[in-house]
Nanobody
Framework: QVQVVESGGGLVQAGGSLRLSCAASGSIFSINTMAWYRQAPGKQRELVASVTQGGSTSYADSVKGRFSISRISVDNAKRTVSLQMNTLKPEDTAVYYC????????????????WGQGAQVTVSS
């Protein structure tokens, strides 16, 4: 069993900052890429930022220079990822989802994708 749990989010005025965190737990052998996606009402889910196990990051053009993704190592297991969001805009309003590509201890040759439950981020103008 694997759980991917997000925390953070909320309501903020334009120009403000918020931080999202996501932690994966369970029978995990390894986690490759961890990422944040978002979905605004009436729109498709889109990739916001990702970070590999080695620390390489990638960002959507719309958030470059404003958002920062990072992985946190606890007991040598990089199972937590955060998304620092600065200079927020109303168009950043969406439900943000954490995504993790995980190999289980019971099946280390297979990589599966797990999603968190979503965290609402609302930016008022």
């Amino acid at each position: 069993q694997v759980q991917v749990v997000e925390s953070g989010g909320g309501l903020v005025q334009a120009g403000g900052s918020l931080r999202l965190s996501c932690a994966a737990s369970g029978s995990i052998f390894s986690i490759n890429t961890m990422a944040w996606y978002r979905q605004a009402p009436g729109k498709q889910r889109e990739l916001v930022a990702s970070v590999t196990q080695g620390g390489s990051t990638s960002y959507a053009d719309s958030v470059k220079g404003r958002f920062s993704i990072s992985r946190i190592s606890v007991d040598n297991a990089k199972r937590t990822v955060s998304l620092q969001m600065n200079t927020l805009k109303p168009e950043d309003t969406a439900v943000y989802y954490c995504n993790a590509k995980i190999r289980l201890v019971t099946s280390i040759t297979n990589e599966n994708t797990y999603w968190g439950q979503g965290a609402q981020v609302t930016v008022s103008s």
